[in-house]
């Protein structure tokens, strides 16, 4: 019954390892596909309108 305890905190410790390192996946997938649309929208047709539609709701071009 001794072990039970140690147990319980390396199962703890394993699975807070495991969400910090989906969050840092995730955070990192979110960082590119920020990039990859923001360089996609700087070409695009819509882009005026998407900048004056933007300052209607206070966010900068």
Known sequence: MDTLPI???TVKRLMGELGLDGVITI???RDR???RI???AADSPWTDTVHRLGCLRG???
């Open 7 to 9: 147990a319980l905190y």
């Open 27 to 29: 955070t990192a997938r």
């Open 33 to 35: 596909l920020d990039e």
């Open 38 to 40: 923001t360089a996609m």
């Open 59 to 61: 966010y900068p071009p």
